[in-house]
């Protein structure tokens, strides 16, 4: 499913925490906001050494999320995993419908989306995994973004942050002022 930031709030005052996560848009505060959130949430600080995994997007392969994601949670109900900034269109190689075997090649993420489908729809009970699309950009008008998209709401959350406009922001500031004095 795609929420927008209010079904997200929902989510995390309910504690009803999805497995997957897609966090992207135009609104660079609250997509960072929420990627640091949802861990805080679901993770004790007492143990963020065992139960917080984040990885650079760039340089991080699937067989690294993989392991992230199957580690199962110690002294807490989760375990949580942030992937910063991978460019998850180059999962898909060529030009729609020209999709390349996974064994093609092994030293990029290109045509391995197969194997991130796998991945991503066998995340375990205890384990949340939140990819945080920051200076990447997630383009709806391409094919490739597209099927990612809807492979994240097939199997979790996709999550679409945009730009508040005037009147939602100066609620969000009248509220934060209410709650200081």
């Not at 139960?51 to 999320?65: A, F, M, V, Y």
């Amino acid at each position: 499913m795609t929420i927008n930031e209010q079904g997200l709030k929902n989510q995390i005052k309910a504690k009803r925490f999805d497995r997957l996560y897609f966090i992207y848009g135009s609104e660079d505060y609250l997509k960072q906001y929420y990627a640091a959130l949802i861990p805080k949430k679901t993770v004790e600080p007492d143990f963020e050494a065992f139960n917080l995994h984040r990885l650079d997007g760039k340089s991080t392969t699937l067989d690294e999320i993989s392991d992230c994601i199957a580690s199962l949670p110690m002294m807490g109900e989760y375990s949580c995993t942030v992937v910063y900034d991978m460019d998850l269109s180059q999962l898909i190689s060529g030009k729609k419908g020209e999709e390349k075997s996974s064994e093609d090649d092994f030293s990029s993420l290109g045509g391995r989306f197969n194997e991130f489908v796998e991945i991503v729809a066998d995340i375990p009970e205890s384990s949340i995994l939140i990819f945080w699309m920051d200076t990447v950009q997630v383009d709806l008008k391409n094919y490739k973004w597209i099927k990612i998209t809807k492979t994240f709401e097939k199997f979790g959350t996709a999550v679409k942050l945009e730009k508040r406009n005037t009147s939602a922001l100066s609620k969000l500031l009248c509220e934060s002022a209410k709650k200081k004095s």
